[in-house]
Structures are given as C-alpha cells and as structure tokens.
C-alpha cells in the first residue's frame, strides 16, 4: 500500500505489486505456522477487529472472525438485523458508536459502493471493505491470487477467463485489476448485456463466445447475481438458456483446466455440478486460502506494513 492509503484496504487500486506479493508472502508464513495442533498466534493479543456487515455473508464473515481468532484478537460482529441499523441509524452514527470502542480494525460490507470510506472518514481504525455493492472486494482478489501462485506456481504470464455475471460483480472488477497488476493475461467472457462496456480500459480482454473459456489457464466461473439484477431487467431470456449457452460444463473445458468461483455457486446455473465437484476445481483451495490472505491482511494493516515477516518470528510466538 502507498504511504497514504497504507492505513485502509478499501480497492485493490490501494496495493502496489510489492504490497500484494508482501501479503501473500505473509499468508504463506501463515499458513505453514497453522500447520500445527497449536493453531493460535499471540501476534495481535489485545486489539480489537469489528466485522460490520449489512450484507449477507458465509465465508468472508466466517473468515474475518477466524483470522482475527488465530492471531488472538478480540472480535465482535455487527449485523444490519438486529442493530441500530434496523431502526434507521445511519453508517456514520453506527461507526461513531463503534468508534467509542476504540476499534482497531473495522471489516464492513455493505450494499451501496462508497460505504467503507464513510467508516474511515468517520473512524480511527484500519478499514477493510469486505465487499461494497457492485464496485469492490479487495481480500477476495488477493485469495484468489494466492490461490492461483499456490496451485499454478506463479501468476504472472497466466490466462485467466473470468465468465459470467461480470456486470454486478464486484469480484470481477477486483480479480481484473489484481490479475493485471501481477502480469496475468485476462479475458472477461458473457452474454454482452452482462459484461460492462468499456471493462476493456481495465486491462483486459472481452470475448462473447463461450468457447474462448478453452484456450485459458484458469477458467474463474461467477455467480449470477440475481439479487442485484434490476427488476424487469432482461439481461438473458431465462436461467435456463444462461445455463445451455453459458454454463461451465465438462464439455466446455480442456482436461487440466483449473476451475475457480468465488461462491456462493448456483449448482446447475453458471456451474454445472460434475465441474465443481472435479479434482481441478479449486473452490474450496479458495476458502482455505481466504483464511490464511485475511490473516495476512490484519497482520498486515496493524503493522503498518511494509514488514518483512520472517517464517521464523511467525513460528517463536507460536
Ligand atoms: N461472495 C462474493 C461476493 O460477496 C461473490 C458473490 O456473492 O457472488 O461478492
């Protein structure tokens, strides 16, 4: 991260090249230290990591709170239902009033893009935006990278076909920009009412023909996005034809493709079942990955990175 925005992680347009290969050094340090019975680290005894969330969330919530777990933070969960929230506070009042908890780390995901910078306007903490609307989620990009260099063994000179609901996805607009800061060759593929025009200028590649998945390295499968779909809206004729000329099958990819997706995946829409469940998917290598990235995240952000973290000092504490 640059000087200025080292305090947040709000896009991945915050991360240099090094900042994101410093992570996921970091996340791999982590992960061979949770290769243990032991599986707490001291490193973050006594601070406090807020997770703010207004969406819906299994994985990205599950993994916040374990990562700040493993690294001994306290932790606490804020959900819209059942908060001040419900009866109409605003996202400042709310910050404010976690604010006073004198916070160190505040992971937010909300609907509407923006809202995390209104939290590190408002507050003093580190800010991670776990997913704002269609615009950001900057710790799936980096799983997803780390994923990829792990199972792939680099990034850099890779193709990766993104296809689907590109249009509503905030993890296509992150994975692009991550993709293309770590040399990665992108294709972005979809019916055109789902791919946004101009996505071009992100760096990436487009194709509307479903067969372009074939000739990529990695084939990174996204979830139609119904509930951010407009009503009326007809972006395809129905689900089903979505599925017969733009669901990832068997048959519409090379033996050795790996296959990715962020989840949560509509089994027979974009994914058929067969391609999830095979031995080149890495879906649940993602999940993994998510925890050990959004350890190396906190750890990050709280030392004011950059740090170099030596496996070794990783492995005294534990
Ligand atoms: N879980 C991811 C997100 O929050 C992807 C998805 O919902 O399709 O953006």
Redesign the pocket.
Known sequence: MTESSRRHLLAVSDLTADDALRILDTARALERSLDREMKKLPTLRGRLVVNLFYES?T??LSSFELAAKRLSADTMVLRASGSSVDKGESLRDTALTLAAYDPDVIVIRHPHIGAPQIVADATKAHVVNA?DGTHQ?PT?ALLDLYTIDEELGGIAGLHVAIVGDVLH???ARSDIQALVLMGARVTVVGPPPLIPRGIESMGCEVSYDIETIKHADVVYV??M?KERMLEGANYVPSLREYTACWGVTSERLRPGQKVMH???MNRGVEIDPVVADAADALIERQVRSGLVVRMAVLYDLLTHGPVEVKVAEIEEVA
């Open positions: 969330s994985r990205t997913g989620h799936q996805s905030r993890v996204l979830r996005q962020p989840g949560p």
